[in-house]
């Protein structure tokens, strides 16, 4: 069974770092494209960045791009968000999401909540 | 960037209603285009893929249509359990982009 599970949200002052992780199981990690993709409160979904299975190829939306970091590592099956300088607009509820083009999104974490706020 | 417009953001609907839910795209993805059921507090779950794609699981009165720029959910006869927001997503070019949900609620 395919599982995803987030973890390493919490409260952080505006301006301040937080470092989310996302355990994988269940299927072959370093073969996927993995995503990040948030929800802000009573808002819809915003896709926020990608890695390539080897991590060698990143995206960034445009919104968190220069302040995000996606990064990955294969022999602990984990993916990884370091995000900086952050603020009120990057509050949300972030997915660990799988899936690249080929078969794109196909399977969320339950989310972790990133609150900013002093 | 693609921009993904959806309607209507929201519809009232009774259980055995028939529903359509439409994604205009602002450019030609192909059939490069998912729909995710969302409900409160849980993450989103997949539904269509490749426009049109039953994913595994999922009910068969859900179907998807389009290619380029038009596409469409359809709900064939609601059930109680399908009262959800429903979002398209375009995965042709980056950034990925959704459409702004759309709140099936009961009439």
């Known amino acids: 069974e395919v599982q995803l599970v987030e973890s390493g949200g919490g409260l952080v002052q505006p301006g301040g770092s937080l470092r989310l992780s996302c355990a994988a199981s269940?299927?072959?990690?370093?073969?996927?494209?993995m995503n990040w993709v948030r929800q802000a409160p009573g808002k819809g979904l915003e896709y926020v960045s990608v890695?390539?299975?080897?991590?060698?190829?990143?995206y960034y939306g445009n919104s968190v791009k220069g302040r995000f970091t996606i990064s990955r590592d294969n022999s602990k099956n984990t993916l990884f968000l370091q995000m900086g300088s952050l603020r009120a607009e990057d509050m949300a509820v972030y997915y660990c999401?799988?899936?690249?083009?080929?078969?794109?999104?196909?399977?969320w974490g339950q989310g972790t909540l990133v609150t900013v706020s002093s | 960037d693609i921009q993904m417009t959806q309607s209507p953001s929201s519809l009232s609907a009774s259980v055995g209603d028939r529903v359509t839910i439409t994604c205009r795209a602002s450019?030609?993805?192909?059939?490069?285009l998912g729909w995710y059921q969302q409900k409160p507090g849980i993450a989103p779950k997949r539904l269509i893929y490749?426009?049109?794609s039953l994913q595994s699981g999922v009910p068969s009165r859900f179907s998807g249509s389009g290619s380029g720029t038009e596409f469409t959910l359809t709900i064939s006869s609601l059930q109680p359990e399908d009262f959800a927001t429903y979002y398209c997503?375009?995965?042709?070019?980056?950034?990925?982009?959704f459409g702004q949900g759309t709140k099936v609620e009961n009439k």
């Open positions: 999401v799988r899936g690249g083009s080929v078969n794109p999104l196909d399977y």
């Open positions: 997503l375009q995965h042709n070019s980056y950034p990925w982009t």
């Open positions: 490749a426009a049109s």
């Open positions: 269940g299927f072959t990690f370093n073969t996927y494209i």
């Open positions: 890695i390539s299975q080897t991590g060698d190829v990143t």
């Open positions: 450019q030609g993805i192909r059939n490069d």
